[in-house]
């Protein structure tokens, strides 16, 4: 459906089934608030921290059970958000890449769609809407790649930063967009950032490409 005003809800890195307690209501009040019509989740939907190629805890659930979980808890993102895009983040990457260092064929691999149980879900690398692009943004700072594209960039992978900063030239317009998180930091999943800066729970909406707003839960 072609809407006459884009109003684009983007949510931060879930980590499921890592996901802090409150931020899917809080998700819901600002598509509601913002009056969105589209949803981009901004990648890392999943944690894998079983198949982390870091430390894993010992104490912490198995393959099985940790996918399992992150199902069911992702299953009531998709019920909220039937219809959305997913930027693949490295987290959401892990199996796949586990599977490529193990020689295994691309077609013995299910597809994010299958395995999540989320077939209405779009599962990519990047989308543009309104010459906007998002990614989940391994490359570095929602600031340096707008610069380095020329082009208005949202993303997430930077638990700890929310903004949105704007260059404005002789001819062009562009903003960074860093949408913010919505991890349970005190989840043993996340005890590689412990002594880190604290998260940014928050997300983003982008209206017709040309308004970015940040918006931070409360907490």
């Known amino acids: 459906m072609k809407y006459k005003e884009s109003r684009v809800l983007v949510i931060g890195d879930l980590h ?3 996901c802090l307690d409150g931020y899917l209501e809080f998700c819901q009040e600002q598509y509601k608030k913002h009056d969105c ?5 901004i990648g890392d939907v999943i944690d894998n921290h079983f ?3 870091h430390e894993t805890d010992p104490d912490g659930m198995g393959g099985g059970q940790e996918l399992e979980l992150a199902i069911s808890k992702l299953s009531k993102w998709y019920k909220a958000f039937p219809v959305a895009d997913v930027t693949i983040g490295n987290h959401d990457r892990l199996i ?3 599977a490529m260092s193990s020689a ?3 077609k013995w691999v299910k597809s994010f769609e ?3 149980e989320t077939p209405n879900w779009n599962y990519t690398d990047r989308v543009v809407y309104d010459n906007v692009q998002y990614i989940h943004g391994e490359a570095g700072t929602a600031r340096s790649k707008c610069r380095a594209d020329m082009m208005s960039t949202v993303q997430g992978h930077l638990h700890t930063q929310c903004y949105t900063e704007w260059y404005v030239g002789q001819h062009f317009k562009i903003f960074g967009t860093q949408v913010g998180c919505g991890i349970d930091h005190d989840s ?3 005890g590689y950032a412990k002594r880190g800066k604290k998260p940014a729970i928050g997300c983003a909406i982008i209206i017709n490409g040309s308004t970015a707003i940040n918006e931070l839960m409360e907490l």
Do not use: G
Request: net charge positive.
């Open 16 to 18: 499921e089934p890592f």
């Open 37 to 41: 019509n589209q949803v981009i989740f």
């Open 51 to 53: 198949s982390s190629y």
């Open 96 to 98: 796949m890449r586990k």
């Open 104 to 106: 295994i064929p691309k």
């Open 114 to 116: 299958e395995v999540l």
């Open 188 to 190: 043993y999943a996340m």
